[in-house]
């Protein structure tokens, strides 16, 4: 099952999905989020390798492409989001004024790819409200309306905002280093966030960003300016950057 749901040429699309198995290439069209309701989806972009579980997605532009792999005996369930790049220019214009540096990082950007954990995010709160309606959506018994798409632009807009705000406070000489350690740095946060209620060893988060500890927690602290084994550290980014 693959239903549009609410769809505009100008605007974009939202789908609803639910798949046991899928194994092909897909490309991302516009700005796109991938929200997994049940089950998980593993995306394969630029040989890395990025597992999706429920109450999470993940997001790309139209520069991604991606390998999706769904193996499941139950449905998995999604929602997907595409929003188009002229909605996301004109709530840049409307909300930050002149800033092509910002713009580019969220349309342009290649492998411009990262994972969310819903509950985090002003995008997963908005995803999370049409979550609600998941089976009446299906059944075509619930309706959504053309506004809803601005309502996701702006939540986009305003979550890469703060990551570009991260992006630049990593001071390397190259871009693409730059984009690589963002990477490692925000695997990790996803990390902790999956694992926050538990017992999280510095060395399993260094692990899990590639880096040795030293170079991870020097790169945590100036990212997201707190130590990334304080077991409230998950509280306080949601709360200084959502």
């Known amino acids: 099952m693959n239903k549009v749901v609410l769809s505009a040429p100008k605007n974009g699309e939202i789908r609803v999905s639910g798949v046991q ?5 897909v490309e991302f069209s516009a700005f796109s989020a991938k929200y997994v309701v049940r089950g998980c989806e593993q995306y394969r972009i630029d040989n890395r390798t990025y ?19 769904i193996d499941s005996p139950q449905p998995v369930l999604g929602i997907c989001l595409d929003i188009q790049p002229e909605v996301i220019q004109e709530i840049l214009d409307f909300e930050y004024g002149t800033q092509p540096e910002l713009a580019a990082f969220i349309l342009q950007q290649e492998q411009m790819i990262n994972r969310y954990t819903a509950a985090h995010t002003h995008l997963g709160y908005a995803i999370r409200h049409i979550e609600q309606h998941f089976e009446a959506l299906t059944r075509e018994e619930a309706v959504l309306h053309q506004e809803l798409f601005y309502t996701l632009g702006e939540c986009m807009v305003k979550d890469q ?11 390397t000489v190259k ?14 946060r996803l990390y902790i966030e999956r694992h926050y209620l538990e017992p999280i060893a510095l060395s399993s988060i260094a692990q899990e960003a590639h880096l040795s500890e030293y170079h991870f927690i020097r790169l945590f602290k100036n990212y997201l300016d707190v130590h990334p084994t304080n077991t409230s550290c998950i509280c306080v980014c949601n709360t200084l950057n959502y």
């Open 21 to 25: 198995a899928y194994d092909s290439r």
């Open 175 to 188: 871009q693409e280093t730059s984009k690589r350690l963002f990477d490692f740095v925000h695997e990790a």
């Open 51 to 69: 597992r999706v579980e429920s109450g999470e997605y993940i997001v790309g532009n139209a520069t991604t492409s991606s390998h999706i792999i």
């Open 161 to 171: 905002a703060v990551l570009w705000q991260q992006f630049t406070r990593l001071k």
